[in-house]
């Protein structure tokens, strides 16, 4: 933890009162003009901070700012955010997640950034990534479980997303197969589950989630495959970004323990009721062909099942779906 971090705690366990350089400098055995400097830098970080002659430092407002110990103070997860890495930018928070699980960081590290310089998303695609409004995080998981199992946490985190768009922004959304999260049929937020693994042994899986918060209508990009909306778009209200992280790690802590102990189904259950497709005629483009079927469900490894007019299953593992206009 830095200093600075170590400062905003002090501020954090007591509340409205001032604290004088003398003590934060003896409690964080630093010097004075050390305190200063910190103090100086939290405030171009955006918080106000308040200094009176012969009382001390009083915090007065936070700003809306995804800092480490901001992130994890109140943070109640049993295994989520057992370390935090908050950064102002980063190429993509799922690539230094991955570096830092190649060098042994623990089982739920979180990886946030507040802008992407190139957010990823699948088969090389962008994902657009502008500083101070939307999220951008990557989750470390280390599950024993079976390599072909893996792609079965996305929908943990997809259920996660759009139970907090409800819970915080109160907010409708629904899930579509593989990994997008929608609401009236426009983007407001995609996952990319990658993994590092050997034949038979998953070293770790990243979990990285993007959701726009609030980003305006200038802000998307002229030209995206999809239509794209955000929170503030939707509800007209922005979202306290920490608000919203915390309540989503802490959703995605629940379900990754219950997962852990029973397994893909009641996961699998809770968004096949969240899908936006289900028993609908779809239309799936698997980059050779399409195959036009209804959504039935998704089976044990997270495959989409779709029933063919000859009442035959497949299992789709990869592909873009769209509902077929009849
Ligand atoms: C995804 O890919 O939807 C996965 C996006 C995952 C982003 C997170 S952010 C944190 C973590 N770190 C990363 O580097 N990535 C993850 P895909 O299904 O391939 O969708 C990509 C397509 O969505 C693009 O080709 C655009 O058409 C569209 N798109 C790009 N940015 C968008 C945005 N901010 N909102 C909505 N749509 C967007």
Redesign the pocket.
Known sequence: MTSRDKILNLFRTCPDQYLSGQDISRSLNISRTAVWKQVKVLRELGFEIEAKHSLGYRLLATPDLLLTSEIESGLNCQLLGQSVVSLAETD????LARRLGEEGALEGTVVVADR?S??????G?????PPGI?L???ILLRPKIPVQQAPQLTFLSAVAVVETLKEVCHLSAEVKWP??ILVGGA??S???NEMNAETEQIHFVIL???V?LN?TEAQ?PDI???P?TSVLLETGKPVDRLIFLQAFLQRLDLYYAEFLKEGFSPVRRRWEKLCNMMNMQVEVDQGGGSLCGTVVGLDTEGALRLQLDNGQVERILAGDVRPVKI
Not at 92 to 95: F, M, Q, R
Not at 118 to 123: H, I
Not at 125 to 129: A, G, H, T
């Open positions: 993509s928070t799922n690539v992407q190139a957010g990823r998303g699948r088969l695609r962008r994902w657009e990534s939307n951008y995080c990557s990994n997008d983007k407001i995609g996952l990319l990285g989630v993007g726009n980003m998307f995206l495959n999809y794209a």
